[in-house]
């Protein structure tokens, strides 16, 4: 059994996950915190995105990827895939309900597990490719 902890943290699906999860409930508790501040909602949760956003591409880029990308390159790509991820949710969300009847906690659900799986794909192939052996391309 106490092999199974850090085998499991070093697994790189395992540590997005853990990043995901973070981004998402920081998003959640920011917008909730600003908004009940006085912030505008509209305000709160771009304020809130934008900062989810920041730490979750560091956490990814840094523990989930192992920090061997450019951030040049790697930066304008993150942002690239979660701009498409955040509007492909919204389309899928939006069929879910209105097309195949799903409740709101289906529809999240799938939109969640749907972008989710894009993100850590595209991430792997794309945003954070792997680079061979040793620390290739890593800059700073």
Same mark, same amino acid.
């Given at each position: 059994?106490?092999?199974?902890?850090?085998?499991?943290?070093? #697994?790189?699906?395992?540590? /997005?996950?853990?990043?995901?999860?973070?981004?998402?409930?920081?998003?959640?508790?920011?917008?909730?915190?600003?908004?009940?501040? !006085?912030? %505008?909602?509209?305000?709160g949760s771009a304020i809130a995105? &934008?900062? #989810?956003?920041?730490?979750?591409?560091?956490?990814?880029?840094?523990?989930?990827?192992?920090?061997?990308?450019?951030?040049?390159?790697?930066?304008?790509?993150?942002? =690239?895939?979660? &701009?498409?991820?955040?509007? /492909?949710?919204?389309? $899928?969300?939006?069929?879910?309900v209105t097309h195949f009847g799903?409740?709101?906690?289906?529809?999240?659900?799938?939109?969640? !597990? $749907?972008?989710?799986?894009? %993100?850590?794909? $595209?991430?792997?192939?794309?945003? /954070?490719?792997?680079?061979?052996?040793?620390?290739?391309?890593? =800059?700073?």
């Amino acid at each position: 059994m106490t092999d199974v902890l850090p085998a499991l943290v070093q #697994a790189r699906p395992f540590r /997005f996950m853990v990043v995901g999860i973070g981004a998402a409930g920081l998003f959640f508790a920011l917008s909730w915190l600003l908004v009940s501040l !006085g912030v %505008s909602p509209f305000a709160g949760s771009a304020i809130a995105y &934008a900062t #989810a956003f920041v730490i979750a591409y560091r956490a990814q880029r840094g523990w989930t990827f192992g920090a061997e990308h450019d951030h040049k390159v790697a930066f304008p790509r993150y942002l =690239t895939l979660q &701009a498409g991820c955040a509007a /492909f949710a919204g389309l $899928v969300s939006q069929l879910a309900v209105t097309h195949f009847g799903l409740s709101p906690v289906a529809m999240s659900a799938l939109a969640t !597990g $749907v972008t989710s799986t894009i %993100s850590y794909v $595209v991430s792997r192939l794309w945003v /954070f490719p792997a680079r061979g052996h040793g620390k290739l391309g890593k =800059t700073v």
